[in-house]
């Protein structure tokens, strides 16, 4: 018997500070890659096969600011 897809209406892609976000909402997918940085969160979605919701929430930059500590470069990156 055919399975339903779930219907992903917001998806939710980051470092680990997201894992847990929107849990209890159906139609809400979680990305989680721990410690990813701009550069390599790019070249991930690239690669990705991902789903096409109405909303993609972004989370990332906290761990570039560890070693860039330029506030006005990581955002200028993402």
Do not use: W, Y
Not at 13 to 35: L, Q, W, Y
Not at 54 to 63: A, S
């Amino acid at each position: 018997m055919p399975t339903k897809q779930k219907v992903t209406k917001c998806m939710v892609v980051g470092d680990s500070i997201v894992r847990n976000v929107g849990a209890e909402h159906a139609d809400t997918k979680v990305e989680c890659f721990p410690g990813i940085k701009n550069e390599q969160l790019h070249r991930v979605m690239e690669k990705s096969d991902l789903v096409s919701p109405e909303t993609v929430i972004f989370h990332v930059g906290t761990n570039d600011l560890r070693t860039t500590r330029n506030l006005d470069f990581v955002v200028g990156e993402v």
